[in-house]
Nanobody, 117 residues
Framework: QVQLVESGGGLVQPGGSLRLSCAAS????????MDWYRQAPGKQRELVAI???????DYADSVKGRFTISRDNAKNSVYLQMNSLKPDDTAIYYC???????????WGQGTQVTVSS
């Protein structure tokens, strides 16, 4: 079955950096677009960044210029490099993909990112 396992969250001071990783299994990884979403307390889950099978990327306006999404198809992994972190970036970050035929959604368990002094 499809599994997405995130890692790399934690507590960081404002202005700091973190790198999130997501290891995927059960899919032909190179064919799938991969996304990072986040959900802050009391807020809806929002799309942060997407990387398509072609390697093209898109970002939420709130993270443009600070976050970078990348993928390593040889390792079935997607990454989110987060720089210049702000308290507003505090959230649970989720790795996500969607079956390219059935459009079924797959989610990781989430990793907590807390930006605080």
């Amino acid at each position: 079955q499809v599994q997405l396992v995130e890692s790399g969250g934690g507590l960081v001071q404002p202005g700091g950096s973190l790198r999130l990783s997501c290891a995927a299994s059960g899919i032909t990884f190179s064919r799938y677009a991969m996304d990072w979403y986040r959900q802050a307390p009391g807020k809806q889950r929002e799309l942060v960044a997407i990387i398509r099978s072609s390697g093209s990327t898109d970002y939420a306006d709130s993270v443009k210029g600070r976050f970078t999404i990348s993928r390593d198809n040889a390792k079935n992994s997607v990454y989110l490099q987060m720089n210049s972190l702000k308290p507003d970036d505090t959230a649970i970050y989720y790795c996500h993909t969607q079956n390219i035929i059935s459009y079924r959604d797959y989610w990781g368990q989430g990793t907590q990112v807390t930006v605080s002094s």
